[in-house]
């Protein structure tokens, strides 16, 4: 009989972004190294309602399926290594990944993807990591995975290994992100190559990096407070000033799509009727709005008429990974 882990777990949704990893030319190789250490503080929100389901068992060599697509082995190769030297074994790993929400199209799949693959390795090997080391190895993968492995409310600081929780999902519950998708389709750039791009191309690097560092005060606060409309416009200038920034990358790099400005546009108008519909952007297209419980319908409703293909995913304050073992 063999033994098999599967954990599920939710993306990451920095309302402070991580955009630009530590270090000049050596930052290029430390990234290659798996290192991953962002050059912004990010603050975050796990999001209950979507989530990665990753099983794992043990095979002769490294593999990880994508909704049922093999995955280049290279993107995978130093997470893997990083990680049996942390678990002092020996085995490899067969892994086979869903999202139930649309993948590499900017809606941080790769923070619950890596988040639950860390978690479910180590499940295998039969160590139980606490969330903080699940984090620092998560990270190998991509620096939001980090932030996945804890539920809530999560701060990743600039420069580290590992994020931590601030405050669990029950801290805000009446808080709401709308995630609206703007479409299915993968995104042209990863997120990797459009920041390493912004941070040797942009001339507004330096101010961005610095801008990070002056939000993130403002927006903690805001956030011990659960005041929406100050932490909403930390969030609005967090995101804007990450797009403005590799707008000014040689090539400019632009992920939005007309329907990407359509909904900056109605969350803008909602707000000016007294509506607290506050957007944010990834790398991708995709739109996630924050605002309270009361005010959701209201929003979905006003989205919703915009365009017939908008999907519209409502989310909340989302818990931890969670991991069971099966035998097979
Ligand atoms: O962790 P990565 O390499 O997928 O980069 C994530 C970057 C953003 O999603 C744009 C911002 C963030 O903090 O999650």
Redesign the pocket.
Known sequence: MSVEVVCRASP?L?LI???GKTGGGEARRRSRRGDNRPATP?L?VTLGGVSTETRVREAERDEVYLDGVLQDAERFAVFFERLRRHLGTGLHFRAESHNDFPSAAGL?S??SGFAALAAACSRLAGRELPAGELSDLARTG????ARSLFGGFVLLPAGARRARALWGPEFWPELRILVAVVTRAAKPIS??QA?EATRTGSPYYRQWLKSSAALLPRALEALERRDLEQLGEAVLLSYSR?HAAMLSASPPILYWLPLTVAVIDACRRLRQEGIGAWETI??GPQVKVLCLERDLERIRRRLGGLDSSLELLPCYPGPAPRCEVRER
């Open positions: 990451s920095a972004k991580y955009w990010s975050a941080a790769s923070s991509s620096a939001s995975a997120s990797r920041m990450m990834d790398a």
